[in-house]
């Protein structure tokens, strides 16, 4: 079966090390159409996508997230990031932060709305790694500078990142094991 979709979907893989092309203009207003698209509970569409670009921007971001995860003490965590390459976001050119208001099912919009900027990247030529570890970065008290820094609408908070960009580097789509699907047939 040739489906465009389908394939897309099949073929993406979290990609962890990014070349320094930027992105065009039209790949950025198709991602930020795939982003707005994304249906959310109620037909709320309370979240807001920060689409991040800057160089130094970018670097701030990478930085912030290290530190957050030093100043943690998770010891560990931090010496294996480190061990692999020190980058929690691997050099993406484009950093997009989902940003909600804490509400039923927020995060399940946010969920949705970066499987649909991955699939959109994927299907652009580009890959992406979705991105977790930005949450201490922005957390609470502790996160409230850079969560001004990143224009943070007020009461928002982080729920999810997605890094795009041009890959460096190739990983294999992870197994699909149907033992995970239960029928009622
Ligand atoms: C909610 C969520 C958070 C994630 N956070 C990170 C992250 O912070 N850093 C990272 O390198 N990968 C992160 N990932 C990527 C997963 O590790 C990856 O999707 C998983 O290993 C499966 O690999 P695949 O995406 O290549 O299929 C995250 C994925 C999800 C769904």
Partial sequence: MENIVLK????RSSIRAYTDEKLTDEELCALEQAALSAPTAMNRREQ?????????????????????IIDSGNTDFAERIKSRGGKTTYNARLIVIIVNKPAHFSRVDAGIAVENLALAAKSLGLDSVILGMPEGAFAGEYGEALRREFRFPEGYEFSIAIGIGHKATEKEPHERDLDHIIHID
């Fill in 8 to 11: 897309t979907m099949l073929e």
């Fill in 48 to 68: 807001r996508f920060i689409f991040v670009t800057d160089d130094g921007m970018l670097e701030r971001l990478e930085n912030a997230i290290m530190k957050s």
